[in-house]
Protein backbone atom coordinates (compact mmCIF):
# COMPACT_ATOMS: atom_id res chain seq x y z
CA UNK A 1 0.00 0.00 0.00
CA UNK A 2 2.70 2.37 0.85
CA UNK A 3 5.03 1.74 -2.33
CA UNK A 4 1.59 2.47 -4.35
CA UNK A 5 1.03 5.74 -2.04
CA UNK A 6 4.30 7.24 -2.88
CA UNK A 7 4.11 5.91 -6.65
CA UNK A 8 0.84 8.24 -7.20
CA UNK A 9 2.47 11.04 -4.90
CA UNK A 10 5.58 11.18 -7.46
CA UNK A 11 2.80 11.61 -10.11
CA UNK A 12 0.58 14.05 -8.56
CA UNK A 13 3.75 16.22 -7.67
CA UNK A 14 4.96 16.33 -11.72
CA UNK A 15 1.89 18.45 -11.95
CA UNK A 16 1.86 20.19 -8.49
CA UNK A 17 3.22 24.02 -8.72
CA UNK A 18 4.27 25.41 -5.44
CA UNK A 19 2.04 28.73 -5.12
CA UNK A 20 1.86 31.48 -2.73
CA UNK A 21 -0.04 34.85 -2.94
CA UNK A 22 0.80 37.51 -0.39
CA UNK A 23 -1.79 40.27 0.82
CA UNK A 24 -3.13 42.80 -2.03
CA UNK A 25 -2.18 40.28 -4.73
CA UNK A 26 -4.80 39.94 -7.59
CA UNK A 27 -5.84 36.38 -8.66
CA UNK A 28 -9.17 37.60 -10.28
CA UNK A 29 -10.17 39.01 -7.07
CA UNK A 30 -8.14 40.77 -4.09
CA UNK A 31 -6.18 38.43 -1.38
CA UNK A 32 -6.62 39.61 1.59
CA UNK A 33 -5.54 37.36 4.32
CA UNK A 34 -3.52 33.92 4.10
CA UNK A 35 -5.59 31.37 6.35
CA UNK A 36 -3.34 28.20 6.57
CA UNK A 37 -0.56 27.15 4.28
CA UNK A 38 -3.03 26.77 1.00
CA UNK A 39 -6.41 28.61 1.64
CA UNK A 40 -6.50 32.38 1.21
CA UNK A 41 -9.28 34.84 2.16
CA UNK A 42 -10.74 37.21 -0.58
CA UNK A 43 -12.01 39.96 -0.89
CA UNK A 44 -15.39 40.11 -2.72
CA UNK A 45 -17.53 42.40 -4.05
CA UNK A 46 -21.27 42.86 -2.60
CA UNK A 47 -22.77 41.17 -5.70
CA UNK A 48 -20.93 38.03 -4.55
CA UNK A 49 -21.85 38.82 -0.62
CA UNK A 50 -23.44 35.09 -0.26
CA UNK A 51 -20.19 33.39 -1.70
CA UNK A 52 -17.79 32.15 1.11
CA UNK A 53 -14.40 34.09 0.57
CA UNK A 54 -11.98 31.84 1.94
CA UNK A 55 -10.84 29.61 -1.15
CA UNK A 56 -8.17 26.43 -1.87
CA UNK A 57 -5.04 27.32 -3.56
CA UNK A 58 -5.78 25.10 -6.65
CA UNK A 59 -8.40 27.60 -7.78
CA UNK A 60 -6.77 30.69 -7.67
CA UNK A 61 -4.99 31.74 -10.89
CA UNK A 62 -2.33 34.99 -10.64
CA UNK A 63 -3.64 37.87 -12.77
CA UNK A 64 -0.33 39.47 -14.50
CA UNK A 65 -2.49 42.12 -15.92
CA UNK A 66 -1.24 45.79 -15.24
CA UNK A 67 -4.66 47.05 -15.41
CA UNK A 68 -8.15 46.02 -13.32
CA UNK A 69 -9.83 43.36 -15.34
CA UNK A 70 -13.17 44.16 -13.77
CA UNK A 71 -16.45 41.96 -15.01
CA UNK A 72 -19.60 43.82 -14.74
CA UNK A 73 -22.12 41.14 -13.30
CA UNK A 74 -24.85 43.12 -14.36
CA UNK A 75 -25.61 40.54 -17.52
CA UNK A 76 -24.69 37.42 -15.44
CA UNK A 77 -27.77 35.41 -14.15
CA UNK A 78 -27.67 33.17 -10.86
CA UNK A 79 -30.06 30.38 -9.46
CA UNK A 80 -30.69 30.29 -5.97
CA UNK A 81 -27.74 27.99 -5.46
CA UNK A 82 -25.18 30.61 -6.86
CA UNK A 83 -25.02 28.21 -10.31
CA UNK A 84 -24.60 30.52 -13.02
CA UNK A 85 -27.70 30.28 -15.52
CA UNK A 86 -26.81 30.54 -19.44
CA UNK A 87 -29.04 32.30 -21.55
CA UNK A 88 -29.48 31.08 -25.15
CA UNK A 89 -28.15 33.26 -27.80
CA UNK A 90 -29.08 33.86 -31.73
CA UNK A 91 -26.84 31.85 -33.95
CA UNK A 92 -26.09 34.02 -36.86
CA UNK A 93 -23.90 31.97 -39.52
CA UNK A 94 -22.32 28.35 -39.64
CA UNK A 95 -19.58 27.20 -40.99
CA UNK A 96 -17.21 24.44 -41.47
CA UNK A 97 -13.40 24.20 -40.42
CA UNK A 98 -11.85 21.66 -42.10
CA UNK A 99 -8.56 19.67 -40.28
CA UNK A 100 -6.67 17.03 -42.56
CA UNK A 101 -9.28 14.02 -42.28
CA UNK A 102 -12.19 15.90 -40.36
CA UNK A 103 -14.50 18.48 -40.80
CA UNK A 104 -15.63 20.75 -37.58
CA UNK A 105 -19.25 22.51 -37.67
CA UNK A 106 -18.72 25.74 -35.64
CA UNK A 107 -21.80 28.05 -35.03
CA UNK A 108 -20.93 32.08 -35.11
CA UNK A 109 -22.81 33.94 -32.50
Known amino acids: MQAARDRQKSYADL ?14 LKV ?7 AYKLELPEELSR ?14 ADEPLAVPLDGLHFDDK ?7 IEITDREIKRLKRSRIPLAVA
Request: with cysteine.
Open 51 to 64: VHNTFHVSNLKKCH
Open 32 to 38: IKRVGDV
Open 82 to 88: LQFVEEP
Open 15 to 28: KRKPMEFEVGDKVM
